[in-house]
């Protein structure tokens, strides 16, 4: 799996080269992606931003290990994730990435805590669960089952699940899609700490422009490309977002 990364920034963590998506349904072809260079580096923070069906979900996916692309290649530091086999894709999803999606996907029966530890004790070099739930601000619910968490603390013990494994990149999905603006600030806030604390390459989808202005990086997507790329020359605290 080692092949050498096209040529790139020393602290390149991604780069795509030319990735498409072709979904097949019976007949129909659906074209996801048609072509996308990229590069992330380490400790960005990054908003993929753009409407439904411009393809940010399955870039997200790709980058992730989640998905294949139809054409292009993608490597994640000295590694090419196309053409790799679903065991070394599982090794690099538990062992380098964090994912957060806009459901919470928590275990109902067991505690954050243990919420949490269930991907720990899989982890290589975990933080403990307590100060995972410590970093997203809930260090004293470490007992509280999901039923007795509102939905922006489940969506925090999700996020201190995804990253008490200290990945180095953290992927979201829409991680606000099901709060309002209010929780949903918090929820960012919580990202912007363990980006700017653990230097996680962070990267957030929204169709929400309103968030773009948190990120060191804008990357709108329309059509399956890339519409535009645009740097905050400076970052607006996640406090100050309105949307």
């Keep these: 799996m080692m092949v050498c990364m096209p040529e790139a920034s020393p602290n ?10 072709i ?17 992330l580096y380490s400790g960005e923070l990054v908003v993929l931003l753009g409407p439904s069906g411009s393809g940010k979900s399955t870039l997200l996916n790709i980058l992730g290990g989640l998905d294949a ?20 894709l599982t090794r690099f ?12 996907n928590l275990i109902p029966s067991l505690t ?5 530890a269930a991907v720990t004790e ?42 008490a494994k200290n990945p180095a990149v953290l992927l979201c999905d829409e991680p606000t899609g099901a709060l309002d603006s209010a929780t949903g600030v918090v929820v960012l806030e919580v ?25 060191d990086r804008v990357i709108r997507l329309s059509d399956g490309r890339i519409a535009d790329i645009h740097e905050n020359a400076t970052k607006k605290p996640a406090h100050e977002l309105a949307w």
């Design 12 to 21: 390149a963590v991604f780069v795509a080269r030319g990735l498409t998506k």
């Design 23 to 39: 979904y097949r349904m019976g007949e129909v072809e659906v074209q996801a992606l048609r072509g996308i260079d990229l590069t």
């Design 69 to 88: 692309p139809s054409g292009g290649e993608v490597y994640y530091l000295d590694h090419k994730l196309t053409g790799a086999s679903e065991t070394e």
């Design 93 to 104: 999803r538990r062992e380098h990435v964090g994912f957060v999606f806009q459901f919470y």
């Design 112 to 116: 954050a805590r243990e919420n949490v």
């Design 122 to 163: 899989i982890s290589a070099a975990p933080m403990r669960p307590e100060d995972a739930l410590a970093l997203v601000g809930l260090g004293n619910r470490l007992d509280h089952f999901p039923a007795q968490l509102s939905g922006g603390e489940q969506q925090r013990v999700a996020i201190a699940r995804a990253v």
């Design 191 to 215: 990202l912007e700490q363990v980006n700017r604390e653990l230097g996680t390459l962070t990267v957030l989808i929204t169709h929400n422009a309103g968030i773009a202005d948190m990120a």
